[in-house]
Structures are given as C-alpha cells and as structure tokens.
C-alpha cells in the first residue's frame, strides 16, 4: 500500500492536472459503459429567478371566499294580554287534605311560689350585726436615737477574735477498719456435705473394642472414567500454517545516495552578527549644585513644644511610708504542714520463689502417634496414543486460495509496461500503461493513463 511523501516544490501552482494516485485508483480500475453516480445534493451557488410565482396554497385552493349576506332582524311583536281569569289551582291543593291544628302545650312544669303577703325586711345579718366603728389612728412607738460618734479608737477585734482562739491543726484518727485478714487459731475443719454423704464406687473396666484387620478386595478396581472412555488421544500431524510467506521485496539498483532533503535545502552562507560598541562614559565639565527649590525658598521657623491638655489631678501625696499590714496577714499566719503518706494495701497472696514448671495437662498426657498418610486414587495422567492419523482439515484449509502479491509499480524507477508522460509541481510523475489495443492499433490509440508516483 503506497503512500506519497512527496510535497509541493512550488509555492503557487497553476496545474490544472489532479493527483490521481490513490490506492482506490491502484486497484479499482475504470469501466467505459458504467459512470459514476450523480449527487442528488443542489450546488451551492446562486438560482436565477426563473419565472412568476404562484401565490396559491392548499387553504387558498379548498377554501373559496363566500359572499357574507347580513343576517334579517326579526322584529319583536307587541304583548297583547288575553281574556279571563287565570286557573290558579295545582295538584297539591286538590289532593292535600286540611287539618285543625291545636297550639302545642309546654311540658315545663309550673313555677310553685312560696311567697307570704308580709312586708320584706332588706338588711342582712352580716350588716346588722357586723357595724362600721370609729377606729383612732394609732401613734407610732418607734423611739428616736440619735447617732453620737464614738470618742474612743476602734480596737479593730471582733467577737470572734475573741471567742475563737487559733490552736495547732491536728489530724483526726480515721476510724475505718484496716483491710487486714483475721487469722483463726481453731484448726481448720475441712471436712464437707460432699465428703461425708459421697460413697466411692469401684469403676468397671472399659470396654476396649478390637481393632478389625483391614481386608482388600478381590474385585479389581475399575478407574476408567467418562473422560477417558470418550476422549482418547489420537496421534495426528502438526497444524499447518496458512498464513503467507513473508517475502520481501528488494530491488538490485545501487542507491543513488540524493534525497528529496539535500535538493530542497542548500547550505547557505551566513555572515557572523556585528557587535555594537558601548561608548564610554564621560562625565560632565564642571561641579554639580545640590540646591534646589525647595531648599532654597523654605524659611526654618522656631516652634514651641505642644503643652498637654490633660487635666491637673488632685492626688493629696504624703511622706509617710505605706503600711501593709493587715488584720488578715496578723491573724491568719501560714502553719508548716506536712504531706500524708499513702495507705497502701498488703499483698495477701505471697509471690512465689521458685523456677516456673512450664508443664501442662495435655503436654503430659498428650501420647504422640505416627502418622500414616492416605493412599491417593488418583489415575495416573498418561496420555493413551492412538495409531490413526489426526484430522486436521478445516473450512478455512479447503476454501482458502493463496493469492500472487503484486509489487507496487512505483518502486520501479521506471515501471514495466508504461510510458512517461510528464512530472507535476507535487512531485508526481504521470505514466501510460501500454495495453494490447495499443500495439495492434494503426494510428494515434488512446491509451489508459495512470499516475504513479515514484
């Protein structure tokens, strides 16, 4: 399968020759009475109006315009009463019959007054007996005293200081047991309901079944499985390869050693870049005047520190010296105290002196034994060969055809049976095939053209 390297040489082509090499065109030659089908797809360019159009439409066309008379008025008739009385009798009168209806007596009991013809007096007992008395305002007893202010110092003690003396601070005994195990001096007595009620009866001997000898069967054993029944091994013939020689394909010609890349790209000459000179620096004639503007126009003027606004304070300040002491620090003095020791328990159970006996029940009762291992009646997986030949044919072996490789004519530098013709701007040069017709014609053929580009 060829695929073209080459690329344009020229910048701007005016060929109006295609590049006709593909693979597509390789294989797939073309057919004289068969031509391509037409793409039903519109070009995109512009349509020229190419007559009137028609504004009719399908509503247009099913439905005609009809002529809209206005609707006749009705005029109303003028209400004429009739004659005579109206029957105003219905089916409910002459059916329902009439009836007396009495008022509906009340099934309230009458009220019962127990009333006397006596005049009622209207004062209670409560105001007759209970009357309003002229209560005086009594004179408060509280007794005036005057406060007289203490000629005498305050002596700065209290009923407390008085009472309560300080006295040495001492620990209280703890009354708690000590958690320490009383010893008995009456011997123990371990004598119990178990060992004075339990009789020791004598144990019968264990029964000791008899070990059965082990006896093989007479019958042989039959290890023929499904498996072994239905596949057997059958010698046969290693599969053969279908797939094709890989062959390759050279060409005798001694390479010419020029590539498309030594053509295209010619070593140029390139000049070295120039190196611009710095020039050196000269520094001005003449001394340089600091002054400036500002410097010279600025007038320096003597100013006052501001004086704080905070306001005088009226603090009354004595020579005496501060005296801190106070009834606290004379009456509450730090005592020399002493840390309790731990309570710690004593160990009832003693540790033990000797060399731990790292000996267990089942070490000293456990009796080891040999083991024998199971026989194992696995077959044995050898392979049973059979004497007739291994089917090897398959759908692919019978209906493949092995097919000639044909060689691309573009690694020919000059293909077999074809003519040059001319070389593109790609690249591509263009060769005719010489076809049986174009010998055995007289005069001027028209061969088939094919590009091949090599």
């Not at 070490?363 to 007739?388: C, D, E, R, T, W």
Request: one cysteine or more.
């Amino acid at each position: 399968r060829h695929r073209c390297p080459h690329k344009p040489t020229r910048i701007y082509d005016n060929g109006q020759q295609p590049c006709l090499t593909t693979e597509y065109v390789e294989k797939y030659p073309k057919y004289s009475n068969i031509f391509p089908p037409r793409s039903l797809k519109p070009k995109q360019e512009y349509q020229a109006h190419r007559g009137k159009m028609e504004g009719i439409t399908t509503f247009k066309s099913d439905y005609l315009p009809y002529d809209i008379v206005k609707r006749p008025f009705r005029v109303q008739e003028e209400y004429k009463p009739k004659m005579g009385e109206i029957e105003l009798g219905t089916t409910y009168q002459k059916d329902y019959n009439a009836h007396k209806i009495q008022p509906v007596t009340l099934v309230r009991p009458l009220e019962r007054k127990h009333t006397t013809g006596g005049k009622l007096d209207t004062i209670p007992t409560y105001q007759d007996d209970y009357r309003s008395w002229e209560v005086q305002r009594r004179e408060p007893s509280k007794v005036e005293h005057v406060y007289h202010p203490p000629t005498e110092k305050f002596g700065n003690s209290t009923t407390f200081q008085d009472a309560f003396v300080p006295r040495e601070l001492t620990l209280r005994q703890s009354f708690k047991p000590p958690c320490v195990a009383k010893l008995s001096d009456v011997p123990f007595d371990s004598t119990t309901s178990h060992r004075t009620s339990y009789i020791a009866h004598p144990l019968e001997p264990k029964f000791i079944r008899s070990k059965e000898m082990y006896k093989p069967s007479n019958q042989p054993f039959e290890d023929l499985t499904t498996h072994r029944n239905d596949f057997k091994g059958l010698l046969g013939q290693l599969a053969k390869s279908c797939k094709p020689e890989n062959a390759k394909v050279r060409s005798s010609a001694r390479f010419n050693g020029v590539t498309e890349f030594q053509d295209r790209f010619q070593p140029w000459l390139v000049s070295l870049p120039e190196v611009r000179k710095v020039k050196e620096y000269v520094p001005p004639p003449g001394n340089m005047d600091f002054n400036s503007t500002s410097h010279l126009d600025y007038i320096k003027h003597e100013i006052s520190p501001a004086v704080p606004i905070r306001p005088v304070s009226n603090r009354r300040k004595t020579n005496a010296p501060f005296q801190g002491s106070t009834t606290t620090k004379e009456d509450f003095r730090a005592w020399g105290s002493c840390q309790q020791e731990l309570i710690k328990k004593q160990q009832e159970i003693p540790k033990p002196t000797g060399k731990f006996d790292d000996v267990t029940t089942f070490k000293s009762h456990y009796i080891p034994y040999q083991m024998i291992p199971a026989q194992s009646f696995k077959p044995v997986g050898a392979l049973v060969h059979n004497s007739a030949p291994f089917q090897d044919e398959t759908m692919y072996r019978t209906e493949y055809t092995l097919k000639k490789q044909e060689i691309c004519p573009a690694n020919y530098p000059s293909p077999p049976g074809y003519v040059y013709v001319n070389t593109d701007s790609h690249g591509h040069k263009f060769f005719r095939q010489l076809t049986p017709e174009f010998f055995e014609s007289n005069s001027n053929p028209i061969p088939k053209e094919v590009a091949v580009v090599s």
